[in-house]
Each structure stands twice: as structure tokens, then as C-alpha cells.
């Protein structure tokens, strides 16, 4: 299976941070990436697809990058409505694997 | 406005069985594919299993494979999971998911349950 690792484990920013969060993958996943944003006790929700793409609703402060082995995921401008967990998942294979999560929590 | 509703969840003693649930709407049922991903408490996402438009195609994660069957019922716009010889690790939050179509790769997924926890314990 292809491990998915996030970095870091937690973050601490303030409201307007500019934030950045780095997913691995131990094998090439092309651009077949995927970024969630999980609040506690709900359902994750789906942010990017595809590396960069942005789904239906997400704010564009969202942006994602990278390609093969590294991805980032960016918040521009960090709001309160943006302190939660976030989770990689790479879809290049049947066997899906999702990274370990990055928490961004209130400097 | 697309919605999944889980249920079958509970409390099983190690070794015993539980059936899953997933009522689907808001959506053409038989046009997505259909998974579960569960999160053991405090702890991160697993993609567990997926099937497939015409339910003839399933994937699993090694870590239940050959004890958890998922299945669809197009006609009641319902998908399940048989999970059979449960163990402690087990335990979590099971969600049900619908796929993102047209994306390439495998599976995204772009609407999730509320979710239904599963305790296996004595």
C-alpha cells in the first residue's frame, strides 16, 4: 500500500495566518490527491480533488499543490471557521490510504 | 440535497457480527460508487471498502479482508457492510460515503454520513 504522510501533526496559527500543510507519499500518485477538513465529532468534508481542484462550495482561500510524491495544501488567510483537522488521501490505487492528519489549532 | 443515513451500529462481543446500513437520497444511486471509512476514536481515517456501480467490482483494506462484505441494493437505493468476526480493534466511527465521478484515479469521496460507532468489547 502507499503510506501518506502529513507534516505537521499539529499547528498552531492565529485568525489571517497564512498556513501550509505538506502531505508525502511513498510512491509516485501522479496528481490523484485529495485534501478533507474534519471538524470534531462530524463528517469529514471533501476540499480539493485532483492535487488542486477545488470542490463545489469551498472558499477559494483553499488552494492545493504538488504532484508525484508532495502536495501542500494552503490556507491564505486563515479563519475561525478553519481550526480542524486535516487529511491527505491519495486515490492513484484500489487501495485507498489516507495520511495521519494535521490539526490546526488557535495560537 | 444529497444525504446518507447510516445505522446498524452497536455494541458486539469480539468474534460476533453486525450488519451496517446506508440509506442513500438526493442522488442518482445507481450512477455512484459507495464505500466506508471508519475512525477509530481519537484517531485518524481508514478507507475500508468500495463497491462498485453495478456492485460488480469490491475493494477492501487488508485489514478486513475476508471478514467484511459490502454489498448494494439498487432498488432501495441502500448499501451495507456484513462485518463478521469482529475484534477490538474494530472499534470505531463507521461513515458512509458516495463517490466524485468524473475526477479519474479510483475514489474520492464528496458526501459522508453522520457516521455509527461499532464497540466491539466483552
Known amino acids: 500500500d502507499i503510506q501518506m504522510t502529513q507534516s505537521p501533526s499539529t499547528l498552531s496559527a492565529s485568525v489571517g495566518d497564512r498556513v501550509t500543510i505538506t502531505c508525502r507519499a511513498s510512491q509516485s500518485v501522479s496528481d490523484l490527491l485529495a485534501w478533507y477538513q474534519q471538524k470534531p465529532g462530524k463528517a469529514p468534508k471533501l476540499l480539493i480533488y485532483r492535487a488542486s481542484s477545488l470542490n463545489s462550495g469551498v472558499p477559494s482561500r483553499f488552494s492545493g499543490s504538488g504532484s508525484g510524491t508532495e502536495f501542500t495544501l494552503t490556507i491564505s488567510s486563515l479563519q475561525p471557521d478553519d481550526f480542524a483537522t486535516y487529511y491527505c488521501q491519495q486515490f492513484n490505487t484500489f487501495s485507498l490510504t489516507f495520511g495521519g492528519g494535521s490539526k490546526v489549532e488557535i495560537k | 440535497e444529497v444525504q446518507l443515513a447510516e445505522s446498524g451500529g452497536g455494541l458486539v462481543q469480539p468474534g460476533g457480527s453486525l450488519r451496517l446500513s446506508c440509506a442513500a437520497s438526493?442522488?442518482?444511486?445507481?450512477?455512484?460508487?459507495l464505500g466506508w471509512v471508519r475512525q477509530a476514536p481519537g484517531k485518524g481515517l481508514e478507507w475500508v471498502s468500495v463497491i462498485s456501480i453495478r456492485g460488480d467490482s469490491t475493494y477492501y483494506a487488508d485489514s478486513v479482508k475476508g471478514r467484511v462484505t459490502i454489498s448494494r441494493d439498487n432498488s432501495k437505493t441502500t448499501f451495507y457492510l456484513q462485518m463478521n468476526g469482529l475484534r477490538a480493534e474494530d472499534t470505531a466511527v463507521y461513515y458512509c460515503?458516495?463517490?466524485?465521478?468524473?475526477?479519474?484515479?479510483?475514489?474520492?469521496?464528496?458526501?459522508w454520513g453522520q457516521g455509527t460507532l461499532v464497540t466491539v468489547s466483552s
Open positions: 460515503v458516495k463517490e466524485l465521478v468524473g475526477v479519474g484515479g479510483s475514489y474520492v469521496f464528496d458526501y
Open positions: 438526493g442522488f442518482t444511486f445507481n450512477s455512484h460508487a
